[in-house]
């Protein structure tokens, strides 16, 4: 085996670590709900010890599957319109979603920080249609990158939640203006969400790094800051994932879902709706 990859300590950089760990121990199971053989080839190469994680989060790993599970469904439903679409991965950290849906016509763009693009790059390879761009997404000069031909979707899988709402706010009424039309599907937080997610995930894991201030409740609020901005679907986050597990862990995944804890948000930017 080759020399292992080193990450660096902090906690931007170890959150990441929590979703792509979560793939990997599925995959694992005698009877998997997602498939990932990526995300245990990388978690096998890295120099971290994730012993933490596997005492803290065995609960907390049912909602990263979930939100993959959604995320690859709704990617594939979005390109059976649009088979050549642009689909841009927003906060993409160590995510492997291309490797998943890829219908060999689609342009993915995965989006993150400098630092975590420069690990990516230790185990992807970009090409014309998988490319890396290292900016921060607040940072809306890296729009003019994307090139749409036939349909843009934004994926922002356990990003927004960090920051707070007028930054959110502001960054989908940029998308709205620059794209025109723009779809985008993330996973979003209640007020209660940001609480549990902040001692329950993040602390219990050992990681410092503290949820922002955006617990969207209701969902449909969204609307009240754009006309442009449409909600399409939201659903619980663990919808549709309980087969196969026990009885005590479909009840506990079924209160945040009744409680509006966690949901999968699909909106739509039109133009034609100013």
């Not at 995944?253 to 948000?265: A, H, K, Y």
Request: hydrophobic letters at 40%; proline letters at 3%; one cysteine or more.
């Amino acid at each position: 085996m080759g020399q292992k990859i080193s990450i660096k300590k902090g906690n931007v950089q170890e959150t990441l670590l929590l979703p792509l760990w979560g793939r990997a121990y599925e995959t694992k199971k005698a009877n998997p709900r997602l498939i990932d053989k990526k995300a245990v080839e990388i978690v096998e190469k890295l120099d971290y010890d994730f012993s933490m994680i596997v005492k803290t989060q065995s609960m907390s790993q049912h909602g990263w599957v979930a939100r993959s599970l959604h995320t690859d469904k709704m990617a594939l439903q979005f390109m059976q319109k649009h088979p050549k679409a642009a689909i841009v991965n927003i906060g993409c950290g160590m995510d492997t979603t291309f490797s998943r849906i890829d219908n060999g016509k689609i342009t993915f763009y995965e989006l993150d920080l400098p630092d975590v693009i420069e690990l990516r790059n230790h185990f992807f390879e970009d090409s014309e249609r998988h490319k890396s761009i290292a900016s921060s997404f607040l940072d809306t000069k890296w729009f003019k990158e994307i090139s749409v031909v036939d349909g843009l979707l934004c994926l922002a899988g356990g990003v927004l939640y960090y920051f707070d709402e007028e930054q959110i706010k502001n960054f989908f009424i940029a998308a709205a203006d620059y794209f025109g039309k723009c779809d985008f599907y993330f996973d979003s937080l209640s007020p209660l969400g940001i609480k549990i997610g902040n001692k329950h995930v993040l602390k219990s894991g050992g990681m410092g790094s503290a949820l922002g201030a955006w617990g969207l409740k209701p969902v449909k609020s969204l609307e009240k800051w754009d006309k442009r901005i449409k909600v399409i679907n939201s659903m619980p986050m663990h919808k549709g994932i309980k087969k196969g597990v026990p009885l005590s862990t479909k009840i506990f995944l079924t209160i945040p879902d009744i409680l509006g804890v966690c949901s999968m948000v699909h909106i739509r930017m039109e133009q034609g709706t100013c």
